[in-house]
């Protein structure tokens, strides 16, 4: 769009799960075709609070903020920018207008009639499935919780929509960082986080001496959107979710030390890996915020509430994990690619003033220590290697197969330090092989070893045994692990239209 053009900022990225980036070509031609270009001067008013609704506008360059009036006063719910589209609830409805839509500088936008809007979605059904989907999502974004004064300090708050924004919609610099800026007044930062104005300087001040953010007339400026992580990890000293049974997701970056990187590559890594993370967990519904989470340098221990259940986790996270370190690899050199080994487990989980402990979490660290998932890394092109417990497995890979398939998972049974352990892996990047059947997995007793096996393997080899008196498909590693069918590569991901 011509005024689109005149009017976008370098800054201004429409984010890849926004509505108008969410549609197909043929339903953003419809969508043009029904539209009438506007631009909207800074301050004005694209809707008002209470008033019947008569349109539709999908933001196509500039920001703006959606308000209610609360006692007389101004309370932003939230700010939107480039693909966004506003007033789409009040024209399905037929209802009158629940906020107040102003224009935070300049913005354009494409205005589609309230009446024409409901046509286009009769004649592109998948459209409403777009726009229930950003439903689920506000509703996590829009948590009242957040809002509340007695909830959180200001400076956490405005950490937490200053991150969540920039991540979805900042730029990344080639040092790793992502910035962000936004045409906004200390004022209405303040009616952002529902706080005074003298707090909210309070909080920008300090984080303007140590170089985080940058500010100037109605601008706004995140520096590196990383570093606004530190004051949302200023938690109460004992979780609510301490004690109670919560997943458990461990990360590490395989070769994080590797000699072909230096340590400007290693931060490259480690920026890309927390924006990979935060994606994957956001786009399965997962929010990143309101989980809990350990840097470990090379890698992240995060554990997720009780709330949220497992499913969610491994699936669809897995597989958007996978595509997140794919499209990172392709167009990475050696020295940033990211091979990753991940983890996941169930169980009590505890938290005190020094971290976390119970052992849940020792068995999750075992888990992504296997020798066997080590050594597959060593030996694959895989993104990632993921070793699920047998309990994860059994009561949520096995019971429904979505974006994961768990038939391209393997069981192993392995000892590591004083843990005996049973758990799936599997590997994304190379074939998928079907898994065998429960009776190709179960180990052959000890007599049916070769003698080469029974006196041990050269560290790090696997070789398939020579056929027993009983025919049993599979090999030890390290004489001490058993695994029961073919080493399986691979993943199952479908994309959808």
């Known amino acids: 769009m011509g005024t689109s053009g005149v009017l976008a900022r370098r800054w201004e990225h429409p984010s890849e799960r926004s509505f108008w980036q969410s549609l197909v070509e043929a339903e953003r031609e419809a969508c043009s075709r029904l539209a009438g270009e506007q631009v909207f001067r800074s301050g004005a008013v694209l809707c008002r609070e209470g008033e019947a609704s008569t349109h539709v506008i999908i933001v196509r360059s500039g920001w703006i903020k959606v308000a209610v009036h609360l006692d ?39 205005v589609v009639p309230a009446g024409e809007f409901r046509a286009l979605l009769e004649e592109h059904p998948r459209i409403l499935e777009v726009l229930e989907r950003q439903d689920r999502e506000r509703l996590v974004e829009d948590d009242k919780h957040l809002f509340r004064r007695d909830a959180t300090a200001v400076e956490y708050r405005l950490a937490y929509l200053l991150r969540e924004l920039a991540f979805r919609r900042g730029e990344r610099t080639p040092a790793g960082t992502t910035t962000l800026t936004l045409p906004i007044s200390r004022v209405e930062v303040a009616h952002w986080v529902d706080a005074d104005a003298t ?7 300090g984080w303007r001496r140590s170089g985080v953010v940058r500010t100037a007339r109605r601008s706004l400026t995140v520096v590196d959107a990383g570093r606004l992580e530190e004051p949302s990890r200023r938690r109460p000293e004992t979780a ?12 590490d970056v395989v070769g994080f030390s590797a000699a072909c990187r230096n340590e400007g590559d290693r931060q490259e890594v480690r920026g890309a890996l927390y924006e990979i993370l935060r994606q994957a967990f956001e786009e399965s519904g997962v929010s990143w915020t309101e989980c809990y989470h350990e840097d470990r340098g090379d890698g992240v221990l995060t554990v997720i509430p ?6 969610a986790v491994a699936d669809p996270l897995l597989a958007l994990l996978t595509a997140g370190l794919r499209r990172h690899n392709r167009r990475s050199s050696a020295a940033v690619r990211i091979q990753l080994r991940a983890a996941l487990h169930v169980g009590p989980v505890y938290r005190d003033r020094e971290g976390l402990n119970g052992d849940a979490i020792i068995h999750t660290a075992r888990m992504l220590d296997a020798p066997l998932l080590r050594e597959a890394m060593k030996t694959s092109d895989a993104d990632l290697a993921f070793m699920s417990s047998d309990h994860v ?58 003698a080469a096996q029974a006196t041990g393997v050269e560290r790090g080899a696997m070789s398939a045994p020579a056929p027993p008196a009983r025919q049993v498909t599979g090999f030890f590693f390290n004489d001490a692990v058993w695994v029961g069918g073919d080493l399986v590569h691979g993943d199952k991901i479908i994309n959808s239209p």
């Open 240 to 251: 609510p979710w301490s004690s109670l049974n919560c997943s458990i997701f461990f990360t």
């Open 72 to 110: 007389g006063r101004e309370q932003i719910v939230t700010v939107r920018g480039t693909g966004d589209v506003v007033g789409e609830r009040a024209a399905l409805t037929r209802r009158s207008r629940s906020a107040t839509v102003t224009a935070l500088g300049d913005v354009a936008g494409l």
């Open 306 to 311: 009780p709330t949220i259940p497992t499913r």
């Open 393 to 450: 497995f059994q009561t949520v890979i096995r019971q429904g197969p979505g974006l994961v398939d768990p038939e391209t998972f393997q069981r192993v049974d392995f000892r590591l330090k004083e843990s005996q352990i049973a758990a799936w892996m599997h590997l994304s990047g190379t074939p998928v092989h079907k898994m065998p059947s429960a009776a190709e997995t179960v180990p052959p007793a000890p007599d049916a070893r070769p």
């Open 199 to 205: 707090e909210v300087d309070r909080a920008l001040d």
